[in-house]
Nanobody, 123 residues
Framework: QVQLVESGGGLVQAGGSLRLSCAASGRTFSNYVMGWFRQAPGKEHEFVGAIRWSGGRTSYADSAKGRFTISRDNAKNTVYLQMNSLKPEDTAVYYC????????????????WGQGTQVTVSS
């Protein structure tokens, strides 16, 4: 059974940082793309960025470039989203997802999803 479990969300002031984790289990993810999405209240899921598990190639949405960094730890089967210079508009539930398409930027590109973790940025 595939499981993706996010953690690390919380409340932070504007300008602060958070690191989200996504622990993956249940299958071999070496051929997968791991994506991060977010959903703000009343809005659709928004692609944040993705990483190829094999090789570590990354891609980011314009809103994330220069502030967010995605990395992975093969030994821990965990993907990270380091978020710096956070803004109130980054407030959302953040999800990690696993899929096979590079670069998958829509929900339908991903087969497995975590439950999400809330990030709130106060002004």
């Amino acid at each position: 059974q595939v499981q993706l479990v996010e953690s690390g969300g919380g409340l932070v002031q504007a300008g602060g940082s958070l690191r989200l984790s996504c622990a993956a289990s249940g299958r071999t993810f070496s051929n997968y793309v791991m994506g991060w999405f977010r959903q703000a209240p009343g809005k659709e899921h928004e692609f944040v960025g993705a990483i190829r598990w094999s090789g570590g190639r990354t891609s980011y949405a314009d809103s994330a470039k220069g502030r967010f960094t995605i990395s992975r730890d093969n030994a821990k089967n965990t993907v990270y989203l380091q978020m710096n210079s956070l803004k109130p508009e980054d407030t959302a539930v953040y999800y990690c997802a696993a899929g096979s398409r590079w670069i998958g930027i829509t929900r339908t590109d991903y087969d497995y999803w975590g439950q999400g973790t809330q990030v709130t940025v106060s002004s």
